[in-house]
Nanobody, 112 residues
Framework: VQLVESGGGLVQPGGSLRLSCAAS????????MSWYRQVPGKDRELVAT????????NYADYVKGRFAISRDNARNTVYLQMNSLKPEDTAVYYC??????WGQGIQVTVSS
């Protein structure tokens, strides 16, 4: 059972990144998926969530209109498209199969 995030890195304010999370070892299409983020000294916070079919998506207020979650059940992958990035979006981003397992996290740094 594994979730592996990729696509993080350093980006300038106003830029974009797309995170991917590849699942293996379980039936991906049976699980709602989420992205969370965490900065040192703070609790992990929910960024976005998507239903098993992708029909229902929800976002934290601080990313609405800037981030988009999607999934490809044929590729066992969930994505997070992040646009108009701000320095306060800097965090370690984690994907989660809801109620089941977490990825290891990937760093996103927004800085000039």
């Amino acid at each position: 059972v594994q979730l592996v995030e990729s696509g993080g890195g350093l980006v300038q304010p106003g830029g974009s990144l797309r995170l991917s999370c590849a699942a293996s070892g379980f039936t991906f299409s049976n699980y709602g998926m989420s992205w969370y983020r965490q900065v040192p000294g703070k609790d992990r916070e929910l960024v976005a969530t998507i239903s098993v079919t992708g029909a229902v998506k929800n976002y934290a207020d601080y990313v609405k209109g800037r981030f988009a979650i999607s999934r490809d059940n044929a590729r066992n992958t969930v994505y997070l498209q992040m646009n108009s990035l701000k320095p306060e979006d800097t965090a370690v981003y984690y994907c989660r199969a809801n109620g089941y397992t977490w990825g290891q996290g990937i760093q996103v740094t927004v800085s000039s």
